[in-house]
């Protein structure tokens, strides 16, 4: 199949705001990188979708938190009018695949009836559906990324949004083989961190690591918190945003500083773990998500036994990574492509997830005999 060009979104748990980012692909490869944009929640945005996290459908703030989702993105990929399919991911309200449910909030077919474009949306629910974690849902396209750039060795991608997650890679095996991939996440990365300067700063996240500079470490609270049973889970796994909120509150309680600071070691021993994990040690980490610019986690991350490095030392851009995997993951919904795998979600077989939703009289942006089948749900937006 020809590439065709794709847009994808991010909304994360940081809550920082939306990304958007153009690829050119057929599903499987990386043709070329496209242009990107961010559009920013407003402190008011943001207290709307916080007052909604953990809540599921039809909770309590919910409805008003999908509008600010949904207008945001509208507005972002107004400024987009090459695309020929918009990869949705919405925002994650609350994830929790031990009793088969997921929430993000956001409404692609709305999306798709406003914009007039074809959205890919909903990804997440046909693997958790199923047994998967749901998460995460990038490997398949780190794993397209590692052999963009050439890479010949096993490495890792580590992912510092509110929660961290690793995909370890062999690029030299095909996606589809059981040995290529392992995905699952590390622990709370930014979340905890970005929640302390909210409520004591009034600012997002630890500009520059100034917060968690200051502070000391409390070692006994952070080797405590590693107790936490899911450290002792096997991969592939998953967490919610909030899910070392109960364990975490001693830490919490410290003074702002010292709690950072404790925080980001909590985050360097949970990823020196999740290297422990992996099927060989990887020499190379490179470092997306917005964790890599806090000097002061990338500080405690360099005591690793590999290089750790942003993922922009391969040419790569780790703002905009999450969104082009969106992207990615939408051309592989159309073409009915598997999207998760047993060694990045726990699925029991490779799943293909995702709806589709396409308004009224648009064409199918795949061209004839393109699509592989698999698990496709089309609708029509009016």
């Not at 407003?42 to 809540?55: F, H, K, L, W």
């Not at 580590?158 to 290529?180: E, F, H, Q, R, Y």
């Not at 936490?228 to 830490?251: C, N, Q, V």
């Not at 070691?265 to 890599?292: D, F, Y």
């Amino acid at each position: 199949m020809q590439p065709i060009r794709a847009l994808g979104t991010m909304s994360g748990t940081s809550m920082d705001g939306v990304d958007a980012a153009e690829l050119l692909t057929d599903g499987e490869t990386i043709t070329s990188f496209g242009v990107s944009a961010y559009r920013a929640y407003s402190d008011a945005e943001r207290e709307v979708i916080r007052a909604a996290m953990g809540q599921w459908q039809g909770g309590a703030g919910v409805a008003a938190a999908a509008e600010v989702v949904e207008a945001a993105h509208e507005e972002l990929l107004a400024g987009f009018d090459a695309s020929d399919v918009v990869g949705f991911h919405g925002q994650t309200m609350a994830h929790d695949p031990a009793n088969r449910r997921t929430h993000q909030a956001g409404d692609g077919a709305r999306l798709a009836e406003g914009l007039h474009r074809t959205i890919v949306w909903d990804f997440r629910t046909a693997d958790v559906s199923l047994g998967g974690e749901g998460a995460p849902l990038a490997p398949v396209f780190h794993h397209a990324c590692a052999r963009w750039i050439g890479a010949t060795e096993p490495l890792a991608i580590l992912n510092l949004g509110g929660v961290g997650n690793l995909t370890w890679i062999d690029p030299g095996l095909p996606v589809t083989d059981p040995g290529a991939l392992l995905a699952f996440d590390t622990g709370p990365a930014n979340a905890p961190i970005n929640d302390l300067c909210m409520d004591w700063l009034g600012q997002p996240f630890d500009r520059n690591g100034e917060l968690a500079r200051e502070g000391e470490v409390r070692a006994d609270l952070a080797d405590a918190l590693m107790q936490h049973a899911y450290f002792f889970r096997a991969p592939p796994k998953s967490l919610d945003r909030d899910a070392f909120r109960r364990a975490g509150a001693e830490i919490d309680a410290l003074p702002p500083s010292h709690a950072a600071a404790t925080w980001v070691e909590v985050i360097a021993q949970s990823v020196g773990l999740a290297l422990t994990q992996c099927p060989t040690p990887p020499a190379r980490v490179l470092v997306t998500g917005g964790g890599r610019h806090n000097p002061v986690i990338m500080d405690a991350l360099g005591r690793l036994p590999a290089t750790v490095e942003p993922i922009e030392a391969a040419g790569l851009d780790g703002d905009m990574l999450e969104a082009q995997a969106f992207a990615f993951l939408a051309v592989r919904v159309l073409r009915g492509l598997p999207t998760s795998f047993p060694g990045t979600t726990g699925i029991k077989a490779m799943v293909g997830g995702g709806q589709v939703s396409r308004p009224d009289g648009l064409a199918d942006p795949l061209p004839a005999g393109a699509r592989h089948g698999g698990n496709r749900r089309v609708t029509e937006a009016r």
